[in-house]
């Protein structure tokens, strides 16, 4: 290279700015946004765990029904099925609810009575689609009322806020270990024809955060032994990414990328429950077995 090409008048123009696309995460999110999203939902739930911890059950409640809402919007939209909305966040807020004292008698009876309702709820459109709308409704009712009912089964002991963060610090463990191994170490697609972007290595991130955090907060927080907690967060890794995989197959199926957007960076409230969902019913049985109630 020539002085003249060394010099600062010949020198090529400076790279143009980033695009808004390029500024986007590989995952697809606007990653400062996400960032600062869940940081807020966090120390929300945090406070509420932290001070009166029957307030988090307000938090689980109004989870589930914005997630049903946007459930209902979203198969309306692409498939023209029409759930039972009503007697769906009904039932299925009543089921979490009851769900704290009366324990698994209220999750069968409020499963039941949410199907039933839901059956007579939809004789008033016919007999056109009367099965798909059923079978969606009560299959909304098992996935959001369901599940997450054992959310308020894990926090109605009196260490039941120590056991909902242990919970939520492995599923988050699990969800960030996987993006960041999956950014940097990336290379052997895990369910290609489901999520592309999702790889064996990023899974294997996945179970060693959750292990870690799982080792410390059992460990810390519920006095048992690291190596149950270990043993929880690899099982929470593989029950939150099949989660995640379960609602990717929803999503592809229905031909939309989220499920809402009521949480800028995230999506809507049900893109943030799926892995969080199939987990709840592991994390209650498994801190059950290792860490007896008090």
């Known amino acids: 290279m020539s002085s003249q090409d060394a010099g600062t008048g010949s020198a090529e123009p400076p790279d143009p700015p980033a695009s808004p696309v390029e500024q986007v995460s590989r995952a697809g999110r606007n990653l400062p946004m996400a960032v600062a999203v869940g940081l807020g939902l966090g120390a929300v739930i945090i406070a509420s765990l932290l001070t009166y ?3 988090f059950m307000i938090i689980i409640v109004a989870a589930v029904v914005a997630s049903i809402w946007e459930l209902q919007h979203t198969l309306r939209a692409a498939r023209s099925i029409q759930i039972s909305w009503i007697p769906v966040a009904l039932g299925s807020a009543a089921t979490v609810v009851l769900a704290w004292p009366y324990g ?7 499963v039941a009575f949410t199907a039933l309702a839901c059956m007579a709820w939809r004789f008033g459109r016919g007999p056109a689609g009367y099965l798909a709308d ?6 909304i009712t098992v996935y959001l009322g369901l599940l997450a009912s054992f959310a308020a089964m894990m926090l109605a002991p009196s260490d039941g806020a120590y056991r909902i963060m242990a ?4 599923v988050v463990a699990s969800d960030t270990g996987g993006y960041a191994a999956g ?10 024809t489901i999520s592309p972007k999702k790889s064996w290595e990023g899974f294997a991130g996945s179970v060693l955060a959750a292990m870690i955090g799982g080792a410390l907060t059992v460990w810390l927080m519920l006095g048992g032994l690291w190596w149950q907690g270990a043993l929880v967060g690899a099982v929470l890794a593989c029950t939150a990414t099949s989660g995640d995989l379960a609602e990717s197959l929803i999503k592809r199926d229905l031909g939309v990328k989220d499920m809402g957007t009521l949480l800028p960076g995230h999506g809507g409230i ?6 969080l969902l199939p987990s709840a019913i592991f994390a209650w049985l498994l801190l059950v077995v290792f860490v007896p109630l008090p």
């Open 183 to 192: 950014v940097l170490f990336g290379r052997h697609p895990m369910a290609p």
């Open 134 to 139: 059923v079978s969606a409704s009560i299959l």
């Open 270 to 275: 049900m893109d943030r429950m799926d892995s």
């Open 167 to 170: 919970f939520l610090i492995m």
């Open 104 to 110: 698994h008698t209220a999750q069968a009876l409020g």
């Open 53 to 55: 911890r029957q307030t």
